[in-house]
């Protein structure tokens, strides 16, 4: 906000030396979008904020230079906003998360983007920054507002790194801070992150499913020492690993509690070690891993209980020494049948691995026969993953953003390639930055 501002100013005030040295500042920005990401990336709160000051830099720039440079800092915006909303809700994980996002138009940025998105006729509450979207002549690319809209063949797994938060700093670009596993049902996405380390801003699992009334669902889950309701944060101990519509978190059994958020017309079902949940299309089936039995709560603050008055927390705690979490396989009607049916289908088909769990490793196959083993990383909180029985080298997955199991990705980016392609609802766009 403030280098877009500054630019503008020293621009009408004919202060060239300034206006050169703040279009280095944001010609070095938008090369970080292009080649490393967003250091505050997908953020449910700022990343409205930072689109409208590219909008005013889109709009009054003299320099035709400076007026591309936000264009394409605009494009990429739109994509990175396109992969998190989804029906009026901003879908995780994401950097810099309040907690308060989890629900219909929570987000301030899915108010913003909703102007450009839709899908959901009414925003009770359309964001400030939306009059930028308004009185500005940008328009995102058309491919981007389908990728939004998910036009895209799914089932799909999306692979995302994002980098260190101060990625200026010397040093701070050689790799990536973050690895992101977003998963695209017919009816939902689910997406986690690992990292080396704890941080205390991130949000480390979402889940968003169809719900024809009010948008979406949500679920959400994190630990916490101390809680009412699931706050952000991605926490120490916590280690979290996905493999397509399967994910299993473990930590420490310290006594930290885990905190869980379902819709209220979504009761969780207790059916002997596991824990089933209903929503609109999408099946849950969680087991509990050392975990007491899940204890619904009432959120203590008034405000934020009327913000989620229509959700459940419910608070488990960890217990047993050695390990401890859940693991979760998601199932929708398309794939699994009716909710009966899954539940059936899991009793009888799934298996969840608990002989190493004491050493910290859990191994759950699906009933569709996919499989994921997580091991606790005792050397850092990177988890070490087995996916469908090939281990997984973080390493190796540099790219902004990638589906390499896919046959037509919709979505492709390099890591310090530049080159941004997405492919959705028939249209197709690219956009390209150079390595300088």
Sequence with gaps: MRETSVYLMAEATGNEATRQLYKQKLQRYVWALYHIGMGEWDSETYHGHTFAPYLNLYDFAQDPQIKQLAQAALDWLSVAAAVKYYRGGWAGPVKRDYGRANVIFGSPAARTFWLYFGEISSNPDPSTDSLYLMTSSYRPPLAALFLARKQFPRPLELHA??????????????????WETTFFGETYQMGSIAATFADGDVAPFKLLAYNSRRGVDYLVANSRKRASWVQSGKNPGDQVGQFRNLLIWLRPADG??????????APLEKDGNIWFARL??????????????????AIADQKLAAHYRQEQTYRAVTQGGGYAGFALEVGEAGIDGDYERFKASVRQKSHLDLSQLAQGSVRLQGNQGASLQLRHNPKNLLPILVRNGQPWDWSKQLALYASPAATAPPLSLGWKQGALTVKAGGRRFQSRYPNK
């Design 161 to 178: 790194s994002k980098p260190l938060y101060q990625n200026w700093l010397p040093g701070n670009d050689r790799q990536p801070g973050y």
């Design 280 to 297: 609109e299309r999408t099946w849950l089936a969680l087991y509990p891993l050392n975990l007491s039995e899940p204890e619904p709560l």
């Design 256 to 265: 930290t509690p885990f905190f869980f958020q379902l819709p209220k017309q």
